[in-house]
């Protein structure tokens, strides 16, 4: 039996985007273009080398390719093309074996779907995905996109063009679409960007229940056709209470698997410790941010260590950490777009990779990271059921467990309290996307800010 590899069964450039919606609306379901690449013949080498070492990843991939392609034809360029691997392989595959061992250790295909893929922060990110800095040298990756609308289609081609350009050997797969029935389907990770931002004159009520509606219907989609061990990050803002919409709205995935990121806040508070205590930023260890990725936030410096000393021994201008330190962490996103007119984006691209490298490799000994997790039997007296931010140890299964010998004293807790109101404000006001209660209840405070709001 013939082996097809790099079926492609992306768009025409002669057919638009909204052609393809109308086609693919009459099927009654979005879009979801694969691109798969023949590109040169030194990856052809790659593909039919690694045959074996990830043959069954490769099986696994191929049936949608071939059947994507059979009833198709919306293709544009190279990917259109279908090959045989196999008489590929069998051409080269000596020499460029003997040439290659790299390949042959190579692990099985990571599905990972990021949503707002066309925005600033996957601008970032996408780039550091395919070229292995996030997963490892020896990890193939399949990168599902997906956009919002119609409108961002042709946005994600244009995504889909410039990593096919960037001719990355690990990049395997590049797909994207609308639907996220269709993008979800069997991802391993879902990183969850695509958020709309807080217009001017909206409520912070209307952020939570537009965003909200984007978060219940991921879930609702993750927890239909995502692997059953998916981990989800949601970045697109306000991240917590829309990780708890994700998980709730995903019953059949663990809801450990579900994060919201901090880990920009972590990396923002280690810099302002560096800064003040004059050392390399690397010598900052066991940074906590405790809560909620918002102005609420706590930077735990009575835990955190400077060069393996507790920060307070270095640090010895009490005053300043109680004051400016925790308000200059709380309120760097709000500065950033003050300075620069937008967002930040490259920093929060960095702090999603060092987020997911911190659940695939081992947290080194003594050490943690925080991340904003599900609230179910914490050591801290935290109110349980909602997603706040803690101290996570990894041993790099994808996993994690809470750190539980931490010290909170008044300070911190007279602050992580006044952050759990908040997330617990903010869970009353979406109740109707979590199955527990009415709109109207929602009554969030004019402190509930996130980072860049001030
Ligand atoms: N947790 C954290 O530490 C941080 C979080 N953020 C948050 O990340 C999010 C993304 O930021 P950034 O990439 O800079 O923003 P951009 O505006 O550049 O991109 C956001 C993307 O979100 C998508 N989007 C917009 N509206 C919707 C919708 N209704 N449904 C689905 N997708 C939608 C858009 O995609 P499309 O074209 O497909 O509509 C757009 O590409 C924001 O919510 C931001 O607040 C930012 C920094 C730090
Ligand atoms: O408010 C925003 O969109 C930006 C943000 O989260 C941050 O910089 O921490």
């Not at 086609?23 to 690694?50: F, G, I, K, V």
């Not at 063009?161 to 001719?167: G, I, N």
């Not at 709309?196 to 609702?220: C, S, T, V, W, Y």
Request: glycine share 8%; with cysteine.
């Amino acid at each position: 039996m013939a082996f097809m590899a790099a079926a492609a069964t992306a768009p025409s450039s002669s057919s638009s985007p909204l052609q393809l919606y109308k086609h693919a609306a009459a099927r009654r379901s979005a879009p979801a273009l694969l691109l798969r690449r023949p590109r040169s013949r030194s990856h052809r080498n790659q593909l039919a080398c690694s045959l074996d070492a990830t043959k069954q990843a490769v099986q696994e991939e191929r049936p949608a390719a071939v059947n994507g392609v059979a009833g198709r034809t919306d293709c544009y360029g190279v990917f259109c093309t279908t090959y045989d691997l196999r008489a590929v392989g069998a051409r080269w595959r000596t020499d460029w074996c003997k040439r290659d061992e790299e390949t042959k250790t190579w692990k099985k295909v990571v599905s990972v779907a990021v949503s707002g893929a066309a925005g600033m922060i996957s601008n970032h990110l996408l780039f550091k995905l395919a070229s292995g800095q996030v997963f490892g040298p020896d990890q193939p990756i399949a990168l599902k996109l997906l956009g919002s609308s119609q409108r961002s289609f042709q946005k994600l081609e244009g995504v889909a063009m410039e990593l096919e350009d960037s001719l990355y050997p690990l990049l395997r797969e590049v797909s994207i679409g609308i639907d996220p029935y269709e993008v979800f389907q069997d991802v391993e990770w879902a990183l969850l960007i695509g958020a709309k931002p807080r217009g001017p004159g909206m409520e912070r009520a209307d952020l939570l229940n537009i965003n909200g509606h984007i978060f219940e219907q991921q879930g609702k989609a993750l927890n239909a056709v995502a692997s059953r061990n998916v981990k989800v990050l949601v970045v697109g803002n306000p991240c917590n209470t829309n990780a708890l919409i994700c998980l709730k709205n995903a019953p059949d995935i663990p809801s450990k698997n579900f994060h919201a990121l901090t880990r920009l806040d972590e990396n923002r508070a280690k810099c302002q410790l560096a800064l003040k205590a004059s050392v390399f930023y690397d010598k900052i260890s066991n940074m906590t941010i405790w809560g909620n990725h918002s102005t609420t936030q706590v930077p735990d410096f009575v835990n955190a260590r400077i060069d393996g000393k507790p920060a307070r021994q270095v640090i010895r201008d009490t005053k300043w950490l109680h004051e400016e330190f925790t308000k200059t962490v709380q309120k760097r996103g709000g500065e950033l777009i003050q300075k620069r007119g937008r967002s930040s984006a490259p920093s929060t691209a960095v702090s999603i990779v060092d987020a997911i490298r911190s659940l695939v490799t081992p947290t080194p000994e003594g050490d943690w990271f925080s991340s904003g997790v599900y609230t179910n039997g914490n050591p801290y007296g935290i109110a349980e059921d909602i997603v706040f931010s803690m101290p996570c140890r990894s041993k790099g299964d994808g996993d994690y467990e809470l750190v539980t010998d931490v010290t909170i004293d008044d300070f911190l807790w007279e602050r992580i309290k006044k952050s759990e109101a908040e997330l617990l404000a903010e869970k009353r006001c979406v109740g109707h996307l979590i199955g527990e209660g009415e709109e109207e209840l929602c009554e969030v405070t004019e402190d509930t800010m996130l980072p860049g709001e001030q």
